[in-house]
T-cell receptor
Framework: EAGVAQSPRYKIIEKRQSVAFWCNPI?????LYWYQQILGQGPKLLIQ????????DSQLPKDRFSAERLKGVDSTLKIQPAKLEDSAVYLC????????????FGPGTRLTVL | GNSVTQMEGPVTLSEEAFLTINCTYT??????LFWYVQYPGEGLQLLLK?????DKGSNKGFEATYRKETTSFHLEKGSVQVSDSAVYFC?????????????FGKGTHLIIQP
């Protein structure tokens, strides 16, 4: 079965610009997550969706970050405007109740803000 | 809140050496515990997991035992190989069904020399 797909793989922008990342989870996976991984640190959960509803967005900087999963399948994460400290790898993961306790991660999008 | 602390890297070993990577956690409930691995140029992959106290997770020669009394989940391997060189992340999830977002440690970079 196909894994979690993310695009683009790399993105370089100037500060104050906007950027969007796309994620397509494994087919049939109801739960989707966005994580931020800053260099030298572990991934940090930004937002979790169950189908098209938000379960947890307590660590999402809502003044500049937004995310949606309108049809309960693929998802978009947006940053507007970007800051230097947003430079990181943005990871998407998905989970199904049939794969107890395992989240499957995509390859990530590496964002560099100059 | 939840947190995971793991030993700082890089850890450099010779091939066939014994490996231990320490991991301790703080959680409010009864979490599930995980080790994820990130090989160079690849995405995060689940290495092993344990869902309750005294459970032992194992995979590819790696083992970790869920120790509730010491709140630890140390990763061990009896004889490491060059191909084990990677970054290893300890993580926890509060949710019993495994759907909750993961809390990760900072990661330990393991380097195995021939």
């Amino acid at each position: 079965e196909a894994g979690v797909a993310q695009s683009p793989r790399y993105k370089i922008i100037e500060k104050r610009q906007s950027v969007a990342f796309w994620c397509n989870p494994i087919s049939g996976h109801a739960t989707l997550y966005w994580y931020q991984q800053i260099l030298g640190q572990g991934p940090k959960l930004l937002i979790q969706f169950q189908n098209n509803g938000v379960v947890d967005d307590s660590q999402l900087p809502k003044d500049r970050f937004s995310a949606e999963r309108l049809k309960g399948v693929d998802s978009t994460l947006k940053i507007q405007p970007a800051k230097l400290e947003d430079s990181a790898v943005y990871l998407c993961a998905s989970h199904s109740s049939l794969t107890y306790n395992e989240q499957f991660f995509g390859p990530g999008t590496r964002l560099t803000v100059l | 809140g939840n947190s995971v602390t793991q030993m700082e890297g890089p850890v450099t070993l010779s091939e066939e050496a014994f490996l231990t990577i320490n991991c301790t956690y703080t959680a409010t409930g009864y979490p599930s515990l995980f080790w994820y691995v990130q090989y160079p140029g690849e995405g995060l992959q689940l290495l092993l997991k344990a869902t309750k106290a005294d459970d032992k997770g194992s995979n590819k020669g790696f083992e970790a035992t869920y120790r509730k009394e010491t709140t630890s989940f140390h990763l061990e391997k009896g004889s490491v190989q060059v191909s084990d060189s990677a970054v290893y992340f300890c993580a926890l999830s509060d949710g019993g069904g495994g759907a909750d977002g993961l809390t990760f440690g900072k990661g330990t970079h393991l380097i195995i020399q021939p």
